[in-house]
Every structure is written in structure tokens, then in C-alpha cells.
């Protein structure tokens, strides 16, 4: 018996109501370029509309002209989408309560995650959507997953309910001993004061 290994997430699809609507949230509201649109292949009744989430990966929508923005909640029964997080630059993090206030967005307020912030809000169809700003950058040749798993190492090994900054910043410190080679013979902390 093999696994099917994945390599990341090619696309995800979402129903949407019409067509303009959803252009006017994913890219006028969530800023992701346009970048096709066709029939959707299965169902020549909707249209099927392809965004940049921000990583050339793809975010697709199944538009139809009959179906209107409602903004109840969708289902989250088991099995259902409870929310799609996106990443945003700490820049941009700073920026969003003021942004989704000024076109009167409503929204969850900033919430701390102990290694993100986040905050959620509704797309026009009721698919809670959470954007999410990491509290720090991998080390070089690492990717964010590599410092998660050893900061959650770190915080069960110490019997922390959650991942804290601290645990993050000592994963870093961990990866860089890992990855980068060091002329000392110790690289244990000192006090050269």
C-alpha cells in the first residue's frame, strides 16, 4: 500500500452568487487579481471564475446570475467549510479593522492566536473567511510548517495549553542551530557583558 502524496493545494472552489459580486469581493475586497473566467465545465448554466489568492495557486468561483449575496452564516455541520484563512503581511495585518470599518464589513476584531493574529469577517454568501498574519518569518531555507511542528514540540514538552511566542522563537533558534553550520565548538548562550 503507497500514499498519493500531496504537494500543496492546487485550487480550492467555492460557490458564489453572480458574477459581479463575487469579482467586487475577491479582488475589490481580498485584492486577489482576476486572472480568468469560462464556463464553469460541469454546469453551462454558471460561470467559473479564477482569482490569485497571493501565491499563483488559485481560488475559483461557480458564479450564477440567479443567485443574490445573502449574508447568513453558511452550514457548519460535519463536513462543511467552517472558514478559509488567508495570509496577509504584518503591513497589511495593521491595516485591517480601519479597512473593513470604512466599508462597514463587519468582523470578529483582531484576535490573538499566540504564533498569528487573525480576524474574520463573512464573504457575500456567509463563508466565514479569517485573515491571518504570522507573528514571525521562518528562518532561511524553512518554511512556517518546519517552525510549527518544532514550536508545538517545544510547548508540549513544557505543558503550555498553546503555542506562544516563545515557543516560536525558540523553534527558530533550534532550526538556525540545525541548518547553520558554526566555526564554535559550543553555541550556548553567553553573557559577554
Known amino acids: 500500500m503507497r500514499k498519493l502524496q500531496t504537494q500543496g493545494v492546487h485550487h480550492i472552489t467555492l460557490t458564489g452568487a453572480d458574477r459581479q459580486s463575487s469579482i467586487d469581493f475577491w479582488e475589490g475586497v481580498l485584492g486577489m487579481p ?3 473566467d469560462q464556463p464553469n465545465l460541469d454546469n453551462p448554466g454558471e460561470g467559473h ?4 489568492p497571493g501565491d499563483g495557486r488559485l481560488i475559483t468561483i461557480f458564479t450564477n446570475e440567479n443567485r443574490a449575496p445573502v449574508h447568513d452564516r453558511t452550514p457548519t455541520d460535519p463536513g462543511c467549510v467552517h472558514h478559509i484563512a488567508f495570509n496577509v503581511s504584518n503591513a497589511t495585518w495593521r491595516q485591517v479593522t480601519a479597512r473593513l470599518d470604512e466599508r462597514g464589513i463587519k468582523h470578529s476584531g483582531p484576535k490573538d492566536r499566540g504564533f498569528m493574529d487573525s480576524i474574520y ?3 457575500p454568501l456567509g463563508l466565514l473567511i479569517e485573515l491571518a498574519s504570522y507573528k ?3 528562518p532561511t531555507g524553512c518554511t512556517h510548517a518546519d517552525v510549527m511542528i518544532e514550536a508545538h514540540r517545544i510547548r508540549v514538552q513544557s505543558g503550555d495549553h498553546h503555542i506562544a511566542e516563545a515557543h516560536l ?3 527558530i533558534e533550534l532550526l538556525v542551530t540545525r541548518r547553520q553550520q558554526s566555526l564554535s565548538e559550543d553555541r550556548s548562550p553567553k553573557n559577554p557583558y
Open 34 to 36: 482576476f486572472i480568468f
Open 49 to 52: 471564475l479564477y482569482f490569485d
Open 121 to 123: 469577517f463573512k464573504d
Open 136 to 138: 514571525f518569518e521562518p
Open 169 to 171: 522563537a525558540d523553534a
